[in-house]
């Protein structure tokens, strides 16, 4: 799983299976959620996103759940391929305000085995 | 291709120089967005522009400073930079400041 400030968490799995990674997000006014995937020498690519009206959202392969109650954020990865081994960060925002400022998690790095 | 490009990809400069980083979008995006990305921590958002115009500058350096002259084009200036300056620049940018952001791949900074 992921929380930030602690040290990049890690995840392993075997091609084929499913992944889910974590992350506790830190404010409870924030309302809309975002999956980021970066791999090795590119930028943050965005993944899908959530917004707080909604406990779930589906996309190719992937299916993000938000948990207001206990502000958890989950990404599931069906049938993980060795192309999905990169770093995944969730990132929070609040839309209330006047500045719409992106809060990101510190990341957990995915490794798929063949 | 994520429309949203950096350049230079590398930048190696020495503390005393002046350099900039340039950033381009081709969405029609109306905000963008500087952060630098240093190991083992998260993003931090530096500067974000709307419509041209500077609504945040996250307690930056004086040695940094953003310039947007159009909605499409952002800039980075660099000068008298520390060796704690090196990172990963990430130039972003999304339609409305609370839709998603696109990131470019980055400009890798090291300073010697």
């Known amino acids: 799983g992921e929380s930030v400030g602690l040290h990049l968490p890690t995840l392993s799995v075997q091609e084929g299976d499913n992944s889910i990674i974590n992350c506790a997000y830190s404010?409870?006014?924030?309302?809309?959620f975002i999956w980021y995937k970066q791999e090795s020498g590119k930028g943050p690519q965005f993944i899908i996103d959530?917004?707080?009206?909604?406990d779930k959202r589906q996309g190719q392969r992937v299916t993000v759940l938000l948990n207001k109650t206990v502000k958890h954020l989950s990404l599931q990865i069906a049938a993980t391929q060795p192309g999905d081994s990169a770093v995944y960060f969730c990132?929070?925002?609040?839309?209330?305000?006047?500045?719409?400022?992106?809060?990101f998690g510190k990341g957990t790095l995915l490794t798929v085995n063949p | 291709e994520t429309g949203v490009t950096q350049t230079p990809r590398h930048l190696v400069m020495g503390m005393t120089n002046k350099k900039s980083l340039k950033c381009e979008q081709h969405l029609g995006h109306n905000a963008m967005y500087w952060y630098k990305q240093s190991a083992k921590k998260p993003l931090e958002l530096m500067f974000v522009y709307n419509f041209k115009e500077q609504t945040e500058n996250n307690s930056v350096p004086s040695r940094f400073s953003p310039e947007c002259p159009n909605s499409s084009h952002l800039f980075l200036h660099l000068h008298t930079l520390q060796p704690e300056d090196s990172a990963l620049y990430l130039c972003?940018?999304?339609?409305?400041?609370?839709?998603?952001?696109?990131f470019g791949d980055g400009t890798r900074l090291s300073i010697l």
């Open positions: 990132a929070e925002l609040y839309s209330g305000g006047s500045n719409y400022k992106l809060t």
């Open positions: 404010n409870s006014a924030s309302d809309y």
């Open positions: 972003a940018s999304s339609l409305k400041g609370n839709q998603p952001q696109h």
């Open positions: 959530i917004r707080s009206n909604m």
